[in-house]
């Protein structure tokens, strides 16, 4: 809508205001995205330091493993 000229301030201020309160709601929804995106991004990583976590034992266990057969040797 590029003709301005044939609206009435009324109406203008009123598109206006639909307009700043469409932009209130995009910015309400892109905030709740971003707060969904790190909550996923936390929760991987939680899954991600578990997994890591895992992997040391393992790593610890095979080391503990060669030593005791290295002292029995």
Do not use: P
Not at 22 to 42: A, S, Y
Not at 52 to 66: K, P, V
């Amino acid at each position: 809508m590029s003709n301005f000229q044939g609206l009435t301030t009324e109406r203008l201020n009123k598109l206006i205001n639909e307009t700043q309160q469409t932009l209130d709601e995009l910015r309400h929804e892109v905030g709740r995205r971003e707060q969904v995106q790190k909550q996923n991004e936390i929760l991987d990583l939680d899954s991600h330091m578990k997994s890591a976590e895992l992997s040391l034992t393992t790593i610890r266990n095979f080391i503990n493993y060669l030593v005791e057969g290295s002292r029995k040797n």
